[in-house]
Every structure is written in structure tokens, then in C-alpha cells.
């Protein structure tokens, strides 16, 4: 929209860069061009502006397709007006001289124009197209048909518009008709689903029977060495009792040859003191034999003496005293009969 500003009765147009003004005083043209700021009286004023920028149109119209189903289309049309005083001539850019306002709405009604033409174009491609081959291919060929369509149309070229691009956006059934169409590709989804998830269970069984197999395998190694832990300590043991009781047979027969040295050292000890005693007894026995009788006797009163108690006090009597004394006298009377030697004997008796 233009600047407009009063200052003593005139008014003072400043237009954008992208604005086309038409100044026509009195019928006649006196400022045509873009981007204009000029002086002019409002009360012999006709003034237009025209926008010569890009614009965008949003459409969105539902059509039916060739097996009678609804579709909604979804599209943006983007334009331009390359001709300004054509554009000024065949709608209404006029705008108000005191405030800078569009007297009418002329976009509006290059909306309806282009909107119309499009429309008209894309359904009638669509009327003769399937529903499923339009869901597939319909984009890009419904937005060809409408770009040759508008580029072709001679009313926007009397009228100074171009059609710069079309894009459309998306093309959509109705809500039951689009999930109709949407279960099979779901299933097809779901089992491509399923069909990753068990052959990632799979996988997983696979794995975890690897790692079963592994421990079973780490035990059967486990078992085995500890089986010949068990057979090699038993050989151990086995050894160890064979080098003990081969020990103890050494230390037997040493210990049993040491008491035999000893005991035929013994018996040899002894025998050899037998034999010396037996000698001595001898030896005695012939002493004996060659003594006198009363030398022996004497020796056996000394032995006897010898293995005597002891007397510490003897008490004598008369009785004892002759008794013995007879006894004495009975056993020297023998040993004193002879030629002459008895009187000598008793004689030397009574002294």
C-alpha cells in the first residue's frame, strides 16, 4: 500500500520499490512507473497501484477420480504481473487518495481467476485417472498438466499475469478410503516387522545357543582337567605312599638288621662270658679239688659268714656257751686220734 501525506491541501504519494503507479490527472497519464513519489491533488487525482512481486497462492479444492472417489488437492501457485497498465485496465487497482487503499480487492479476483484455471485443468485430468494411479503418480503429473495449462491460458495473458511455478503439495483421499489403502501396505510393514523380529530372535537364539554351547564346552574342559587334577593327585599320593612305605622298609631293615648285629653281638658277649665264667668255675672247682678239707671248710663258714644277717649284740649262756663247746670237742676228737698226737691235742685243749 502506497504513503500517502497531506501538507496544505496536496497530498504526497511514496510507493515501494515493488509497487507499479498509474497518476492520471484529468485523464491523462502523468506518472506511470515503479516505485514513484510525487505531489498531486486529490480532487483531480485517479491513482492505481499494481504489485509486480512474486506471489503465492495456497489452493486447496477436491476433485473425484475416474472410479469415483474423492480426492483433495493440495497446491501453491506462485505468479507475478508482468504488465501493470494491462493489469490496471482489465481490474480494478484503484486506490483511495487520502488513505492509500485498494478502493476494491483485485487479488482477490486474480486469486479467483487462477484458482478457476487451475482447477479446471487438474480435474479434469483427475476425472480420468483411478484413484490408485493418481495416489502413485498424481503428484508430478497433476502439477504438469496445471503448469501447461495456465501457461496456456490466453485470459492470464490478456489480463498481464505469469504463472511462475506450481507446486503441489500432496493429494489426499478420503479418511476411510486412505486407511483402506493403508492396510495393505501396513500388513506388508507389519510383517516385514515380524519377519526382522524373529530373525532377530533368531539371532538371539543363536547367540545365546552359542554361548550355551561355549559353557557347556568350558565345563567339559573344566571336568576334564579337574579329572586329571583327581588322577594326578591320586598318582601323587600313590607315590608319595609308595616312596613312605618304601622308606619304612629301608628303616625296618636297618632297624632289624641293627638289633640282629646286636643281638649276635650280644650272644657273642654273652657266650664269651659264659665261656669265662665257666672257666673260673672251673679253674675254682680245681682249686677246690686240690685244697685241703678244712681250708674248704673254712671257706664255706667264710661264705656262709658272708651271706649272714648282722649281730650287733650277742648274748652268750652257759647253756650255748657248753653246748658248743661239746660240739667242738666232738668234732676234734677225731681229728686228734693218732699215735701220739692225742695227748698232745688235749693237752694243748686244756691250755
Known amino acids: 500500500m502506497a504513503d500517502i501525506t497531506r501538507r496544505f491541501g496536496l497530498r ?29 491533488r486529490p480532487l483531480t487525482a485517479a491513482l492505481s497501484e499494481v504489485p509486480v512481486d512474486d506471489r ?14 474423492d480426492l483433495t488437492v493440495q497446491a501453491t501457485l506462485t505468479y507475478r504481473i508482468t504488465d501493470p497498465a494491462t493489469a490496471a485496465t482489465r481490474v480494478d487497482f484503484g486506490i483511495d487518495p487520502d488513505t492509500g487503499a485498494w478502493r476494491a480487492a483485485p487479488l482477490d479476483q486474480l486469486a ?9 485443468h487438474a480435474l479434469g485430468l483427475l476425472a480420468r485417472t483411478p484413484l490408485a494411479a493418481a495416489l502413485a503418480d498424481g503428484v508430478a503429473t497433476v502439477r504438469d498438466r496445471m503448469s501447461t495449462g495456465l501457461t496456456a491460458e490466453p485470459r492470464l495473458a490478456e489480463t498481464g499475469l505469469a504463472v511462475i511455478a506450481v507446486r503441489v503439495v500432496a493429494l489426499r483421499p478420503e479418511p476411510e478410503v486412505e486407511r483402506a489403502l493403508r492396510t495393505p501396505a501396513r500388513e506388508l510393514v507389519q510383517q516385514e516387522a515380524d519377519r526382522a523380529t524373529f530373525e532377530r530372535r533368531a539371532v538371539a537364539v543363536e547367540h545365546e545357543r552359542g554361548i550355551a554351547e561355549n559353557e557347556l564346552a568350558n565345563r567339559i574342559e573344566l571336568a576334564r582337567r579337574e579329572e586329571q587334577l583327581i588322577t594326578q593327585q591320586a598318582a601323587n599320593t600313590r607315590l608319595k605312599a609308595e616312596d613312605d612305605a618304601a622308606a619304612d622298609r629301608i628303616r625296618t631293615d ?8 646286636l643281638a649276635v653281638a650280644e650272644a657273642e658277649a654273652a657266650r664269651a662270658l659264659g665261656d669265662a665264667r665257666a672257666s673260673s668255675e672251673a679253674a675254682w672247682l680245681a682249686a ?12 664255706a663258714l667264710m661264705r656262709l659268714a658272708e651271706h649272714l644277717p648282722r649281730i650287733d649284740n650277742l648274748t652268750l649262756t652257759p647253756d650255748l656257751v657248753t653246748g658248743l663247746l661239746a660240739r667242738l670237742g666232738a668234732m676234734g676228737g677225731p681229728a686228734g686220734e693218732g699215735p701220739a698226737g692225742g695227748g698232745t691235742a688235749g693237752g694243748g685243749g686244756a691250755r
Open 12 to 40: 504526497h504519494l511514496r510507493a515501494v520499490p515493488t509497487a507499479h503507479i498509474r497518476h492520471f490527472r484529468r485523464g491523462r497519464l502523468t506518472h506511470d512507473g515503479t516505485g514513484l513519489a510525487f505531489w498531486f
Open 56 to 69: 503465492e497462492l495456497a489452493m486447496l479444492f477436491h476433485a473425484r477420480t475416474a472410479d469415483f472417489q
Open 112 to 120: 479467483t481467476l487462477l484458482t478457476e484455471t487451475a482447477q479446471q
Open 288 to 299: 677246690h679239688q686240690q685244697a685241703d678239707p678244712a681250708v674248704l671248710r673254712a671257706l
Open 254 to 261: 636297618a632297624e632289624a638288621e641293627r638289633r640282629s648285629r
